[in-house]
């Protein structure tokens, strides 16, 4: 079991940036590889970024590249998502979550979901 829980998600002006964090619980966090998922009201859920349970290998959506970086730190048990060049289009509520092994966009590949943090970008 993993659990995971996102923070640093708020309102900012387009153009500003954000930092999330999303802390996991339990001894193996470092086998898991996570990805971040955004969902804005009224659509489905959406693939953000992934990266590998190593860290070495990351993966963006098109919308996102050069924007946003993911990283993680294995020994704190934590993912982080830098969202820099703030769009009103960006906002959402930003999920991360964790799956046992390779790469997905698919958010139904994913076995361990946090309660999301709301990011909102005034124009």
């Known amino acids: 079991q993993v659990q995971l829980v996102e923070s640093g998600g708020g309102l900012v002006q387009a153009g500003g940036s954000l930092r999330l964090s999303c802390a996991a619980s339990?001894?193996?966090?470092?086998?898991?590889?996570m990805g971040w998922f955004l969902q804005a009201p009224g659509k489905e859920r959406e693939f953000v970024a992934h990266i590998s349970w190593s860290g070495y290998t990351t993966y963006y959506a098109d919308s996102v590249k050069g924007r946003f970086t993911i990283s993680r730190d294995n020994a704190k048990n934590t993912v982080y998502l830098q969202m820099n060049s703030l769009k009103p289009e960006d906002t959402a509520v930003y999920y991360c979550?964790?799956?046992?092994?390779?790469?997905?966009?698919?958010?139904?590949?994913?076995?361990?979901w946090g309660q999301g943090t709301q990011v909102t970008v005034s124009s």
């Open positions: 979550a964790a799956k046992r092994r390779g790469y997905s966009k698919d958010a139904l590949a994913y076995d361990y």
């Open positions: 339990g001894r193996t966090f470092s086998s898991y590889a």
